[in-house]
């Protein structure tokens, strides 16, 4: 795999990553149980310190009439991100993407709007904005490709067939991967312990010599080390094995 599809990779890994970890929070978001309460907060000594708290509280508690005990004079936006925040735990509890809209930050809308369509597996609610990363998200949720053909940017739907093609063990999936077919494949390669797969791999000088060998570590076979052309590799390979 060249250098540019590997950057791609890492680039939507890190996009996929943002919205599993925006779910996970969200999640962990509603079930949380609040440690706070206004007479501790009140107790606080300086300003910043008593704002954070009464954001904390807010959040837990899903009560956005204590966003308005904050002051502004330290941080502006702190009461704005305070019941964006509110909203967004609301969001979560009641799966309502009503509460999404009520959030000022762009950029928080729609991760909100996005991680309530991740968790219904529902399409028709995510946010246009992002739509790509949603639909992706979801058709692998789903482990259904038809989906991928939804998404517009070649990039992302390489990786939500690849993705699929791995999840469901298909090389025929891999074949649709197009920046993302040789990973798909050498990946599939290894789940099926099938060295035609690795055969379909471009790079010859590393990539299927590699195949090769995860497709003997995965046999136990040192049969197949034999095959590999690259010397070096060969000689991992059966270090492996022994």
Avoid at 174 to 194: I, N, P, R
Wanted: aromatic content about 4%.
């Amino acid at each position: 795999m060249n250098k540019k599809n590997i950057l791609i990779t890492i680039l939507i890994i890190i996009l996929i990553i943002v919205i599993i970890v925006s779910v996970v929070i969200f999640v962990v978001m509603k079930n949380s149980k609040s440690n706070f309460n206004l007479g501790e907060c009140e107790k606080k000594i300086d300003e910043h310190s008593i704002n954070l708290c009464y954001e904390s509280l807010a959040v837990e508690e899903s009560n956005i009439s204590i966003c308005d005990k904050i002051s502004n004079s330290s941080n502006p936006n702190i009461k704005t991100l305070c019941k964006d925040g509110v909203n967004q735990r609301l969001a979560i509890i009641n799966e309502d993407t009503s509460y999404c809209e009520k959030i000022t930050t762009r950029g928080s809308k729609s991760v909100c709007v996005n991680a309530i369509a991740v968790l219904k597996n529902d399409i028709s609610l995510c946010d246009k904005s992002d739509m790509d990363t949603c639909i992706a998200k979801i058709a692998q949720n789903r482990n259904d490709s038809q989906l991928c053909e939804q998404v517009q940017s070649q990039t992302f739907k390489d990786v939500c067939f690849s993705v699929i093609g791995q999840n469901l063990v298909d090389s025929a999936l891999c074949e649709k991967a197009g920046t993302q077919k040789d990973f798909c494949y050498s990946k599939v390669a290894v789940l099926k312990e099938d060295l035609t797969l690795c055969n379909k791999l471009t790079d010859k000088q590393y990539d299927e010599p590699f195949c090769y060998l995860r497709v003997a570590e995965k046999k136990k076979d040192t049969s197949i080390c034999q095959m590999i052309t690259v010397d070096s590799i060969k000689e991992n390979c059966l270090n492996n094995l022994k």
